[in-house]
């Protein structure tokens, strides 16, 4: 078995199934049978460390032949949009 490790980032994943490849990782099943599959918590861990904010860090599992198999995905910390402020606009009046 081969592996291959890929970063994908805020912009990519924005784009959503409209990427092969966001498609293509998506419709992999998850190495282990599911996403909570206590065995891979160690790798999933470096994972998230690898991965760019707002983004994700998969390892693929793959055959010789070079068909990916299976996933382990690791997403990296989650960073807040910033907010413009917006101006409330009142009409007349003192406001004390």
Not at 19 to 46: I, S, T
Not at 56 to 80: D, M, N, Q, S, T
């Amino acid at each position: 078995m081969e592996f291959d490790l890929q970063l994908q980032g805020e912009d990519l994943l924005r784009m959503g199934n409209g990427n092969k490849a966001v498609r293509d990782v998506n419709d992999l099943p998850w190495k282990g049978g599911n996403e909570e599959n206590p065995d891979y918590e160690c790798l999933r861990a470096e994972l998230k460390k690898m991965a760019p904010p707002n983004g994700r860090a998969v390892l693929l599992f793959r055959k010789k032949c070079g068909c990916a198999v299976a996933k382990l995905e690791g997403w990296g910390p989650r960073r807040g949009r910033r907010h413009k402020k917006s101006l409330l606009i009142t009409g007349g009046g003192d406001h004390r």
